[in-house]
């Protein structure tokens, strides 16, 4: 299948600064990126879709100035979450979408704010 | 929106038993339904998927099945081995622009 990388796989930052994830599709030309948030033990949630070239359409209670999505070009999409706090801390997923049907996932984020 | 259910949330077979994962979706518009493994601190692995034009599809141990009358459709898997062990998710989608997971099945194959 087509390979999604995600990176960095895990990051630890300080509670108030901002981090910054990649997302890269890398055999493929993905127009639309999905960002998810996983709790422990539980399904993904997913945050926002973003579509190269426009702006990102966050999910109902998601707040747009803290995940700052940029989907520049059809291979890339990041998601920076600013002003990082203990609460965001979380697992977060990246998967992108092969001619509008398959998706597939990149490995995930391991984020610890501290 | 569309809604998909899945059961069970954890399921632990015999290593060589057959494990099944049912999942039922809200949509009938959805038409493509991908079931896919998580393994612990990973991102979930595409394992297999079937359209809505096709009733089942099977990819060696591992088959789907898909009943569009019924909105329901089930993953099986044959002679498991411990490492078919992951938390597996099945996803329904209208448009291929938004995918519905279910809850998760956390699957352990006892050796």
């Known amino acids: 299948g087509a390979v999604v990388s995600q990176h960095p796989s895990r990051v630890i930052c300080k509670s108030g600064t901002s981090v910054k994830i990649e997302c890269r599709s890398l055999d493929f030309q993905a127009t639309t990126m999905f960002w998810y948030r996983q709790f422990p033990k539980q399904s993904l949630m997913l945050m926002a879709t973003s579509n190269e070239g426009s702006k990102a359409t966050y999910e109902q209670g998601v707040e747009k100035d803290k995940f700052l999505i940029n989907h520049a070009s059809l291979t890339l999409s990041t998601l920076t979450v600013t002003s990082a706090h203990p609460e965001d801390s979380s697992f977060y997923i990246c998967?992108?979408?092969?001619?509008?049907?398959?998706?597939?996932f990149g490995q995930g984020t391991r984020l610890t704010v501290v | 929106g569309e809604n998909v259910e899945q059961h069970p949330s954890t399921l632990s077979v015999q290593e060589g038993d057959s494990a099944v994962i049912k999942c039922t979706y809200s949509?009938?518009?959805?038409?493509?339904f991908p079931w896919y493994k998580q393994e612990l601190g990973k991102g979930p692995q595409l394992i297999i998927d079937?359209?809505?034009?096709?009733g089942e599809k099977k990819d060696q141990r591992i088959a789907v099945t898909l009943n569009k009358t019924a909105k329901h459709f089930s993953l099986h898997i044959t002679e498991t081995q411990p490492e078919d062990s992951a938390v597996y998710f099945c996803a329904a989608t209208p448009t291929g622009n938004q995918f519905y997971f279910g809850t998760g099945t956390s699957l352990t194959v006892i050796p």
């Open positions: 079937i359209r809505s034009n096709v």
């Open positions: 949509d009938s518009a959805s038409n493509y």
């Open positions: 998967s992108a979408s092969l001619q509008g049907t398959e998706a597939f």
